[in-house]
C-alpha cells in the first residue's frame, strides 16, 4: 500500500507570496494532519481533517488555512508569507483521527518551504 | 505541552541494544504511549505503541512499567541507520492531536 504523498516537495516562495501544498493519505484513511516543523519550535500542529471537516486546529494565525476533499485529499493554504513561514511542513493521515486513541498516524515525507 | 520527559541524547555503539527512557509521570488510565522517529529531515516514522503491556514488533520493543509513569524503548541491535531523533508522546483522550516535545537524539557510532 502506498504511503502519504506529499506535493511539492520543496518550494521557494518570496514574502507576500500565497502558497498551497498537497497531501494524499494512505488509501481508506479518512483523517489528514497537518504539523509545521522548525528548528525554534519543533514539530507544532497545524490542523486535522477529517471527513472533509475541520475537527481540530492548532494556535496558529488566520493566514494558515486547510481543506480537505471528498477523496481524503487535503490542501494546505498559507497566505501573506512571512520569513518565519519556512519550515517544514507535514501531513499525516490515519484511519478515523484523534477520535481514537489507538489510531495511528502515519507522515509524509513533507514539503520545505523557503520564504525569501 | 508535551506529558513527556527524555533526554535530550544518546549514543549507542553499533550492534548493542539501544534503550531510550521516557518519563509520563501525569499519563491517565487509558491514555497510550506512542514512540515516533525522525531521520534527519524525514517525516515521522512510527515505530509502535502501547498501553500497559510490553509490546514487540519487528522494529523494537517497548516496556512500561507497572505504574505506567514511565517507558523505555528498545532497539535490540541498533545500525547506523537507526540514528534519528525519538519521541515519546502520550496520546491523550478527547480529539486531541499528537503532542510532539524536543524527543532524544540517538546518535549510533560505528
Known amino acids: 500500500k502506498a504511503g502519504v504523498t506529499q506535493t511539492p516537495r520543496y518550494l521557494i516562495k518570496t514574502r507576500g507570496q500565497q502558497v498551497t501544498l498537497s497531501c494524499s493519505p494512505i488509501?481508506?484513511?479518512?483523517?489528514v494532519s497537518w504539523y509545521q516543523q522548525t528548528p525554534g519550535q519543533g514539530l507544532q500542529f497545524l490542523f486535522e481533517?477529517?471527513?472533509?471537516?475541520?475537527?481540530n486546529k492548532g494556535n496558529f494565525p488566520g493566514r494558515f488555512s486547510g481543506r480537505q476533499f471528498s477523496n481524503s485529499r487535503s490542501e494546505m493554504n498559507v497566505s501573506t508569507l512571512e520569513l518565519g513561514d519556512s519550515a517544514l511542513y507535514l501531513c499525516a493521515s490515519s484511519l478515523v483521527g484523534s477520535g481514537r486513541l489507538t489510531d495511528t498516524q502515519y507522515f509524509g515525507p513533507g514539503t520545505r518551504l523557503t520564504v525569501l | 505541552d508535551a506529558k513527556t520527559t527524555q533526554p535530550t541524547s544518546m549514543d549507542c555503539a553499533e550492534g548493542r541494544a539501544a534503550n531510550l527512557p521516557c518519563n509520563h509521570s501525569t499519563i491517565s488510565g487509558n491514555e497510550y504511549v506512542y514512540w515516533y522517529r525522525q531521520i534527519h529531515s524525514q517525516g515521522p516514522q512510527y515505530i509502535i505503541h502501547?498501553?500497559?503491556n510490553n509490546e514487540t514488533n519487528e522494529m523494537a520493543s517497548l516496556i512500561i512499567t507497572e505504574d505506567r509513569k514511565s517507558s523505555t524503548l528498545i532497539l535490540p541491535h541498533a545500525t547506523l541507520r537507526d540514528t534519528a531523533v525519538y519521541y515519546c508522546i502520550v496520546r491523550v483522550q478527547g480529539n486531541t492531536p499528537l503532542v510532539f516535545g524536543k524527543g532524544t537524539r540517538l546518535s549510533v557510532i560505528a
Open positions: 481533517y477529517f471527513s472533509e471537516t475541520q475537527r
Open positions: 502501547g498501553l500497559k
Open positions: 488509501s481508506g484513511h479518512r483523517s
